[in-house]
């Protein structure tokens, strides 16, 4: 290990241990939560009244210096990126859970499947793409709650490590991982993807699931992923991408992309063939690429943001889809807003809803104009006669 990456990693744990203090007082008894029977409701009214308001103001402040619609990432939002992931993440993941369950990815859908089946799915794609199996050692990069890091280790019986920059979220895999009867082949670690805290060379593959968008440089995100790598692993993705079809002289466009940085935390905006750049950039060997949006399904990827019930498949979707749709946002804000009011709910609970609805919104415009997808997936290869530092 460098000196700077010595000095950069010593600096980082030290940040790391008041991440913790911060999520440990922010979410009170939820923290505590060992059977993740608390209700949406519970949760919230569980966290911290005092500290919750300084927690939304700080991660709003971010993006009121980047407010112009087709601005450059502001330079503050890129040096502080993990920082603001970080805080996302800890007014969200409730929200999340609630409106998504375990795994937080869009997916295509067929004939007949269930919302869950099509999702699994999903998954079950890049793990075979990938190559990955019973004797594999694999890492999720971004792993939330670990929803995705469960079903691919049941379905190929890899051994996972889950990386994310978020206690809150670690705390609920790990306990997901005892619950599913999986804490013998998974581990969680803590840390940024941008300087993950792992040894060279360790990996047989490597994944993310539409968690690399938060990266400030996908350069770097992706470098790191080839430093993790052994010689010859694989790292499958899917990717969020501007489409050709995103004109940045677009008032509209530009309203909508300025959404979805809000409400999705995203630094950046990239295109595919940035993304496809990156990946050369840091050494990898593009085995394949696709937008996998682009198809023929009767059903568009954006649908339970979207709420269009017509797209449903089966009786369990109306009540599934409902909770992340148009008309369920409405009453999760509307709920927020009355419950914070009579102080059941902390101060800013409303205001998280409301910038969640904003991506969410952002982004099933986004999806009917075509100009961004979240299914651009590639698989690369770190050559076998390669080394890392």
């Not at 995103?246 to 950046?268: F, M, W």
Request: negative net charge; aromatic residues 12%.
């Amino acid at each position: 290990m460098s000196p700077t990456r010595e000095s950069t990693t010593t600096a980082t744990n030290t940040a790391h241990v008041q991440d913790l203090d911060r999520s440990k007082l922010l979410h009170g008894s939820t923290w505590n939560d060992t059977k993740h029977q608390d209700s949406f409701i519970s949760k919230l009214t569980g966290k911290n009244r005092q500290f919750l308001p300084e927690v939304v103001n700080n991660y709003m402040k971010n993006w009121k210096t980047n407010t112009s619609p087709g601005q450059e990432a502001d330079k503050n939002v890129v040096e502080n990126g993990s920082d603001i992931t970080n805080l996302y993440f800890e007014l969200s993941t409730d929200f999340y859970e609630y409106a998504w369950g375990t795994s937080w990815h869009f997916c295509r859908f067929h004939y007949g499947e269930s919302v869950p089946q099509a999702m699994a799915r999903y998954e079950h794609y890049l793990a075979a793409r990938a190559g990955i199996h019973s004797g594999s050692h694999v890492l999720d990069i971004g792993c939330g709650v670990g929803g995705p890091a469960r079903e691919i280790a049941h379905f190929t019986g890899a051994r996972i490590t889950g990386l994310n920059i978020n206690d809150y979220q670690i705390s609920r895999a790990r306990r997901y991982a005892v619950v599913h009867g999986l804490e013998s082949k998974q581990d969680f670690v803590k840390g940024d993807f941008m300087n993950m805290p792992l040894e060279s060379s360790t990996f047989d593959a490597c994944y993310a699931i539409e968690a690399t968008p938060h990266a400030s440089s996908l350069k770097g995100v992706y470098a790191e992923a080839f430093r993790v790598l052994k010689p010859g692993g694989v790292f499958a993705c899917y990717e969020w991408v501007l489409t050709d079809k995103y004109d940045p002289t677009n008032p509209e466009h530009q309203r909508i992309a300025k959404g979805i940085k809000l409400g999705c935390s995203l630094v950046n905006l990239v295109t595919r063939q940035e993304c496809l750049d990156a990946l050369e950039f840091a050494g990898f060997e593009i085995l394949e690429n696709e937008d996998r949006a682009v198809n023929d399904d009767a059903v568009p990827w954006y649908y339970p943001l979207s709420g269009e019930l017509r797209y449903a498949r089966t009786p369990w979707d109306y009540f599934t889809v409902f909770r992340s749709s148009t008309y369920g946002r409405m009453v999760t804000n509307t709920m927020c807003a009355a419950l914070e009011k009579v102080g059941l709910f902390a101060s800013g609970s409303a205001q998280v809803a409301q910038f969640l609805d904003i991506g969410a919104t952002s982004l099933a415009e986004s999806g009917k104009l075509g100009i961004y997808t979240p299914m651009f997936f590639f698989v690369a290869r770190k050559p076998s006669d390669q080394r890392s530092e």
